[in-house]
């Protein structure tokens, strides 16, 4: 049993249908890339599974259980889009961090509200609730470790870099330990030069246990980070396959285009 499965996910704006029916699954411990050009409703497809926005219609599926069924409900209640947010970890493009916090709160300030309301709920003791608080700040600094950030817990987001930003979106994302890390083409907001330690903390991050799903417009680097590939194209999954099959041996004529312009753009940069 697979350990994400999205079957026939659709999603319309007004009279504009951006999804139209995806199908794919996941095992754990697999990334899987996103690419395809603007407007072909990778982003929305995010947004989707991470319930900032509502599928019209369609299943997904979780460790075997399942977090959304358009049929069951059109309006998920705020308890089943708590859970599925807790399942799906966001990583956006412009980073999102709160100003007015410290990277250190930033980090602590979703899992602090969670973990109180839940010892609210056990009617625990001041010092459990002490004891806790302590144990968010220490998996802080473990995080802030893993991504590079250990001298930035107290700065605040306008003393960093965009790269250090993006760093710390992640560290926040990792907080909540997702089911599934999504990132929103994290390298988008950056100049050259910082995407690179972007990248290097999510080629890092890839592990037996870590799922993720990546938009990118790095075909290189989705290449060489991904276990599958997927091309989206017109609300579509026009091809999918292994990063070989998708770069080395495209059969789709959209895709053979798409790739065209990519490698023509990147010897212009160059």
């Known amino acids: ?138 998996h802080a600094n473990e995080v802030l470790a893993q991504v590079g950030l250990s001298d930035k817990a107290d700065s605040y987001p306008y003393q960093l870099s965009g790269g250090q930003c993006q760093r710390a979106a992640i560290a926040r994302a990792l907080m909540l330990s997702p089911d599934i890390l999504c990132f929103d083409e994290p390298t988008s907001a950056l100049d050259p030069e910082l995407t690179g330690e972007v990248l290097r903390v999510i080629r890092g991050l890839r592990s037996e246990d870590r799922t993720m799903i990546i938009v990118t417009h790095e075909m290189e680097f989705a290449r060489h980070v991904s276990d599958r590939v997927i091309f989206m194209a017109d609300g579509v999954i026009a091809e999918e396959g292994t990063p070989e099959e998708i770069f080395e041996h495209p059969k789709n004529e959209k895709l053979q285009a798409f790739l065209s312009h990519t490698k023509e753009t990147s010897f212009q940069e160059d």
């Open 1 to 138: 049993m697979a350990f994400l499965k999205v079957n026939n996910i659709t999603k319309s704006f007004g009279e504009l249908n951006v999804l139209k029916g995806i199908d794919f699954s996941l095992e754990k411990g697999q990334v899987l890339s996103l690419i395809g050009s603007s407007g072909s409703g990778k982003t929305t497809l995010l947004r989707c599974l991470n319930f900032l926005e509502t599928p019209d219609s369609g299943t997904v599926t979780v460790r075997e259980k399942t977090v959304f069924d358009a049929k069951r409900t059109s309006k998920p209640s705020l308890r089943e889009m708590r859970e599925n947010q807790l399942k799906f970890g966001m990583v956006f493009q412009s980073f999102n961090l709160f100003p007015q916090h410290s990277i250190r709160k930033n980090l602590t300030l979703a899992a602090s509200l969670i973990e109180k309301e839940r010892l609210k709920k056990a009617h625990a003791s001041r010092a459990d609730i002490h004891t806790a608080m302590e144990r968010i700040d220490q």
